[in-house]
């Protein structure tokens, strides 16, 4: 049982904390040291070049215990579904199922930072109470920023991370709106979608993406006067599903009733689960997959740096806001404009190659 923190005092909050150096970082996360994991995810999430320096190092450092991208210890489990369906409650009642059974449970939650604002929602813990009280669970809201190449990267990074403190079962939650699904998907083992039965998932409101994108989908709050209706909803989408080109021709993407309140049904899902890994495993597709996500995470870093690196070069900082007034204003055409910040890019790479 996790104790509240002590109350601290003023003086003592304006006390630093010890600067870590990467093999202090390296040797926490190995140990399991739960301070230093959450400082080394506030690490690899920073935007200083000198955090991304270390974190790029730290991570590199932790391939032996990570066994590597491609082939780390832990399963990545993705769920998806609409506010209101029961992810939180789900996921709760599922880690715990799976604390009871031996494991140890990391969920990562894909924040939706608003773009406005800056402000993001991080009530994870609160909604999955015996989680965030069980030493076998670490819980950690990610940040979007906004971006989907920050889910990506930072989502990518902290799962190597509490994969090498030893947690081996990661659920990646997604907010189920926009395009964040996606990106979860490309980067989890097992991607599962839950929905409801009349309450506006119905066939024709669910996007046909995201059902492609499904490993399986559950049929969630099968309880009470709603089982029925669940188990309707649960032979529609399972006609939807076959109509579809599976992605796998080793797996046919399941439809189960579940209730994460009642702990109904999430037994059989998690057996599903560890079939669709042994299949896969069998076939080789398993591996493959892993080892595609590998490739796409080097290619969305590419791109993340690249796009930091335009922003913050001097010249283009001090144009940039230039040209975006005369697209805005109609003066210039995006395409112009982008045809500018490239030769300001050119040019200072140009540059800073001369001797």
């Known amino acids: 049982m996790i104790c509240d923190p002590q109350p601290i005092s003023p ?35 920073s935007r200083k070049p000198a955090d991304q ?8 450092r932790l391939l032996p215990s990570n066994l590597s991208q491609t082939t780390g210890r832990a399963y990545r489990i993705g769920i998806t579904g ?12 599922l880690g715990m199922n799976l604390i009871v059974a031996g494991h140890k449970v990391a969920v990562l939650a894909v924040d939706p930072t608003s773009r406005r604002t800056g402000g993001s929602i991080l009530g994870d813990k609160t909604r999955m109470e015996r989680l965030s009280q069980s030493q076998s669970a670490f819980i950690r809201p990610s940040p979007t920023s906004g971006t989907l190449g920050g889910v990506a990267r930072r989502t990518r990074e902290t799962m190597a991370l509490v994969e090498a403190a030893g947690f081996d079962v990661v659920i ?36 046909k993406g995201v059902i492609e994108l499904a490993d399986m989908i559950a049929i969630n709050k099968a309880d009470g006067d709603n089982i029925d209706r669940a188990s309707k909803a649960a032979a529609e989408y399972q006609g939807a599903l076959n109509i579809l080109t ?14 994460g309140r009642d702990n109904r049904g999430l037994d059989a899902l998690w057996a599903k689960i560890l079939d669709y890994r042994r299949i896969m495993t069998g076939t080789g ?3 493959e997959r892993r080892r595609r996500q590998a490739v796409t995470s080097m290619h969305d870093m590419i791109t993340d740096r690249l796009l930091d690196n335009l922003r913050t070069a001097p010249a283009i900082a001090t144009r940039l806001p230039q040209l975006e007034a005369a697209v805005a204003a109609g003066r210039m055409t995006p395409a ?14 140009a540059a800073s190659r001369s001797p």
């Open 82 to 93: 609409v506010p209101g369906v029961g992810k939180s409650t789900t996921i709760d009642q």
């Open 53 to 60: 320096a270390l974190a790029r190092r730290l991570l590199q």
């Open 172 to 207: 990646v939650e997604t907010v189920g709106v926009g395009q964040s699904e996606t990106a979860v998907a490309e980067m989890v083992d097992f991607f599962l979608v839950l929905l409801l039965a009349g309450g506006g998932d119905d066939l024709q409101g669910i996007k």
């Open 11 to 45: 003086h003592a909050a304006q006390v630093p904390r010890a600067v870590l150096a990467l093999e202090d970082y390296a040797r926490g996360v190995e140990a399991g040291d739960r301070a230093v994991l959450a400082r080394a995810i506030t690490l690899v999430e």
């Open 336 to 349: 112009m404009a982008v045809e500018e910040v490239l030769r300001l890019w050119h040019e200072a790479s």
């Open 246 to 259: 599976p992605v796998s021709p080793s797996w046919a993407p399941p439809v189960v009733t579940v209730s």
């Open 285 to 287: 597709e398993f591996d």
